[in-house]
């Protein structure tokens, strides 16, 4: 049982549908299925299961009760504006549908725990906005933080 933080709130209808995010009729349709029976908020550790199946043009990431001891932290991370590229860490799962206007791209993956993301703007206008995953859940990081060490000394 990881304990999994979540980037958005997840809810749970009577198909268990948490979240989804397609880009146009025949692009692929990226799901969340929620097994728990509760609602699961944003950056609230949650003891569970995940696993993922893509089949077709449909990609699932599963939310189950926990069956196994698993001390791993991990994250989940839902985009469904313009997609995001991993700066840093360890991706264990990712999805994504592309298509529509500028960049549209909506995507989810799982990470592991110091893993940062850079989550981009439409046609990257307005640059990047910076997240990690630490033990607390998703956190936004400075600009400045994150370039730091790539400022070169002329």
Request: proline share 3%; glycine share 8%; hydrophobic share 35%.
């Amino acid at each position: 049982m990881a304990t999994v933080f979540f980037s958005k709130n997840l809810t749970c209808d009577d198909k268990n549908v948490a979240w989804e995010a397609k880009n146009g009729a025949t692009r692929k349709h990226l799901l969340v299925i929620n097994k728990l029976g509760v609602e699961i908020p944003a950056d609230t550790p949650i003891k569970c299961d995940l696993c993922v199946l893509d089949e077709n043009e449909k990609v699932y990431i599963f939310i189950n009760p926990s069956r196994k001891e698993d001390n791993r932290i991990l994250g989940v991370f839902l985009c469904s504006s313009y997609g995001y590229t991993v700066k840093q860490g360890e991706e264990l799962f990712v999805a994504s549908s592309r298509g529509g206007y500028g960049n549209s791209e909506s995507k989810m993956g799982i990470y592991t725990a110091g893993t940062v993301l850079a989550v981009h703007s439409y046609k990257n206008r307005s640059g990047d906005i910076f997240y990690t995953l630490t033990e607390k859940g998703w956190e936004e990081l400075p600009d400045d933080l994150f370039f730091e060490n790539e400022i070169k000394q002329i």
